[in-house]
């Protein structure tokens, strides 16, 4: 399994924006479709972002829609989640996830496909 590295989480006023990175060293990360998911105490995991590996469509659910961002710098080898207009309820440990996919809405909202693999997570926190 190939490993990524997520970073960037913190601590932010509702209201406030964090930008998170999500990195790998040794494999392309644009060959593949890229994730982010969140997970809270006591709730399902959520997609919040992906982006295709084929074309860079994005999907987003409703509950960041307008707020989240997915982007990848190819250069860097790196995908970036832009969170705005951040509020309590986006508390949670946010992880991104790799998969031989090539539509992000189904990476995002499937239940049944398994990705191919995961970061550690990295935790955000914005307080009520």
């Known amino acids: 399994q190939l490993q990524l590295v997520e970073s960037g989480g913190g601590l932010v006023q509702p209201g406030g924006s964090l930008r998170l990175s999500c990195a790998a060293s040794?494999?392309?990360?644009?060959?593949?479709?890229i994730g982010w998911f969140r997970q809270a105490p006591g709730k399902e995991r959520e997609g919040v972002a992906c982006?295709?590996?084929?074309?860079?469509?994005?999907y987003y659910p409703d509950s960041v829609k307008g707020r989240f961002t997915i982007s990848r710098d190819n250069a860097k080898n790196t995908v970036y989640l832009q969170m705005n207009s951040l509020k309590p309820e986006d508390t949670a440990v946010y992880y991104c996830?790799?998969?031989?996919?090539?539509?992000?809405?189904?990476?995002?909202?499937?239940?049944?496909?398994?990705?191919?693999?995961w970061g550690q997570g990295t935790q955000v926190t914005v307080p009520s």
């Open positions: 996830a790799y998969a031989a996919l090539k539509e992000a809405q189904a990476m995002c909202v499937s239940r049944t496909i398994a990705l191919d693999g």
């Open positions: 040794s494999f392309k990360l644009d060959y593949y479709s």
């Open positions: 982006i295709s590996s084929s074309d860079d469509s994005t």
